[in-house]
């Protein structure tokens, strides 16, 4: 270094810094510009992701809801059939029931109502509904004035009786004469409707939104203070609107013929949703700017010492981070298979529905007993049958139970069995039975992915445990491994009155190895010392580990001064016999170590430091006397 201070830097190697340097600053500015791309793609992409999980999450909506206004219109078409060309005389009591069981059966359905001319309500599943005038209400208006049986119409949201906002589907009826007959209508649950709307939600800045097609908010999940407020605000779906990504879509199936579309809505707040991607640009600009000051810092020193060496280069880590898939489901709300089976004719009718969740086209197989019982997973017969016994002998007022039922193509859809006695003969036995299906497949598929989810965060748990206590060199403990053990051996020792031994050791002239062979060789040297050390280890309960630098601390429990002097020389032994060399030492020309040795029965009147403080004491004097030998502390210790 003296000469190089002394000898000016030639022209020509000025020259060679300089295009060193233009080099590197060139390298940088590529780098940085590629990582500049990079982020601005990863920009783009977790844009259109984003769009893409909202578009999503209003479809999930849109069918749900298209799928409950279908099963209530085939209900109120139902109903109208009943009242218009069926028994007029039956009765009243009669119908209310079947409206029960039909509200009953279709969750999100709050009242099933029918009216006649004059807007008084007739039948309802809620017997505080019937003889109310509802004249005045706009899903009777509606379709009293447009009087079209083929018309599903949608009310605007008005409060109801309990002073919650609802709305109405309805059909119209005509009677044979052609006159306004009166009007059948299914009253939509606000919770059921709330707990849809959140089941989309799946961030805190996500805000999810059902309008009527006049423009004013049915619902908002979670409420934003935004009813009575348009929806629709965004020029399209997916699109930003102020500071938040909009999704929006029409509901309005042709097949069912609304008077007015529902809107679903579903947006994020823009800043949220590039929360993660500022996190890695911010990364990204750090680790730029540490990259540049190591590669300068590099090359300057490369430059100072003019050496042919070439200093390895920290090798780049590429940092990607993706969003945590996030397991999305939707209530499957009015998607219901519906079942009436007539036990004593072992006949069973279904709706379309029911076909299709089992894979058959309507009237492909004889629906007899034997036909389900065949479908019924083996392990959950048992089940269904159990709690069908249980709601036929009276205990209870229906039935509700989970099992699989074996669609066409082999596999296993998951059911939520819903059911009811609806006649009895004589002698109390039910003679017809009226129930749903409810497809919750998806459910139980997202219960056993997060008991996997669970189980790898344990495994992962149980692993950075492990690394914690382990030292990164040499792979055996670290020192917080070792203060931990003491204590805990030493008040092991305190209760059961046995013996605890400490063995320091020190690698001899480890400074002399190290400025001989290099750092790297150092490093090597420990590791090798470490693998001789614990091969002496074998008995359960003994510690090795690394105390500090070239230190190794050797805990044996249970064993006396003699056990841990026999152990002390076990350890010399094994290295000697290793011959790793070590030019440099003064003692010999192989790598030995110095040992301390110490043994304490531990008592409340003595510190674990004591042992630490003997040890030490006694590898101060293995030093003393010349090194690579082990010196045994005095067996009595004084009081601390």
Request: glycine letters at 8%; aromatic letters at 8%; hydrophobic letters at 40%.
């Amino acid at each position: 270094m003296q000469q190089l201070s002394e000898n000016p830097v030639s022209l020509e190697a000025k020259h060679t810094y300089r295009w060193e340097w233009a080099r590197l600053t060139a390298l940088l500015l590529v780098l940085f510009s590629l990582g500049g791309y990079w982020m601005s793609n990863e920009r783009a992409s977790t844009s259109a992701r984003e769009r893409q999980r909202l578009e999503a999450q209003a479809r999930v909506i849109e069918q749900n809801i298209e799928r409950q206004l279908a099963g209530i219109n085939a209900a109120l078409a139902g109903v109208r059939y009943d009242l218009v060309s069926g028994d007029r005389n039956a009765e009243k009591n009669a119908l209310s029931l079947n409206l029960k069981v039909l509200a009953d059966a279709m969750p999100g359905v709050r009242s099933l109502v029918a009216t006649d001319s004059q807007g008084v309500v007739t039948v309802s599943n809620r017997r505080e509904l019937v003889g109310q005038n509802v004249s005045q209400r706009g899903y009777f208006k509606a379709p009293q004035a447009g009087l079209d049986a083929t018309t599903l119409y949608v009310s605007p949201p008005y409060k109801s009786i309990q002073a919650a906002d609802v709305f109405d589907v309805t059909r119209v009826m005509i009677g044979s004469d052609g006159k306004f007959f009166g009007v059948v209508s299914a009253t939509l649950d606000p919770e059921y409707l709330e707990i849809l709307m959140r089941s989309a939600v799946y961030a805190d800045d996500m805000v999810a939104r059902l309008a009527h097609g006049d423009g004013k908010v049915l619902l908002a999940s979670p409420q934003i203070g935004q009813e009575g407020t348009s929806a629709g605000s965004g020029s399209g779906a997916g699109r930003a609107s102020g500071t938040r990504m909009l999704a929006i879509r029409t509901i309005m199936p042709a097949q069912l013929r609304m008077d007015k579309p529902l809107l679903v809505e579903v947006s994020r707040d823009l800043s949220a949703v590039y929360a993660t991607w500022r996190i890695e640009a911010f990364k990204f600009a750090i680790f730029c700017m540490l990259a540049g000051m190591a590669a300068c810092t590099a090359l300057y020193f490369n430059q100072r010492r003019r050496t042919a060496r070439e200093r390895a280069r920290a090798k780049t880590e590429a940092i990607q981070r993706e969003n945590t898939q996030q397991l999305a489901f939707a209530l499957k709300g009015a998607d219901l298979g519906l079942w009436d089976w007539n036990i004593v004719a072992d006949e069973t009718v279904v709706n379309d529905r029911e076909w299709q969740m089992l894979g058959y086209t309507p009237g492909e197989v004889p629906l007899t007993t034997r036909f389900w019982r065949a479908a019924i997973h083996p392990d959950d017969q048992t089940a269904v049958q159990t709690a069908f016994k249980a709601h036929a002998s009276g205990s209870t007022e229906s039935y509700r139970v989970e099992h699989r039922m074996r669609h066409k193509k082999g596999y296993w859809v998951w059911v939520l069995n819903h059911a009811m006695v609806m006649a009895r003969d004589a002698q109390g036995a039910p003679t017809r039975v009226l129930g749903t299906h409810l497809d919750i497949t998806q459910r139980k598929t997202a219960e056993a992915d997060i008991a996997e989810h669970s189980a790898q965060l344990e495994r992962a748990n149980a692993q950075l445990s492990r690394l914690s206590v382990t030292d990164g060199l040499t792979g055996v403990g670290n020192r917080r491994l070792f203060d931990e053990t003491l204590a805990a051996e030493w008040a092991r020792g305190v209760r059961q009155e046995q013996p605890l031994a400490l063995l320091l050791i020190d690698i001899d002239h480890f400074k002399l190895y190290n400025d001989s062979y290099g750092h790297q060789g150092g490093d090597d040297c420990l590791r090798r010392v470490a693998g001789v050390l614990g091969s002496c280890v074998k008995r359960g309960g003994e510690l090795l580990a690394r105390y500090g630098g070239e230190e190794f601390a050797v805990l044996l429990p249970s064993n006396d001064l003699a056990s841990a002097a026999s152990f002390a020389q076990r350890c010399l032994d094994r290295l000697n016999a290793a011959r790793l060399p070590h030019r440099a030492s003064p003692v010999s020309a192989w790598v030995s170590m110095s040992i301390g040795v110490a043994s304490i029965v531990p008592s409340q009147g003595l510190s674990p430091d004591s042992l630490v403080r003997r040890a030490d004491a006694a590898l101060y004097g293995a030093k003393k006397l010349g090194r690579a030998q082990f010196v045994c502390a005095e067996p009595t210790p004084t009081l601390i």
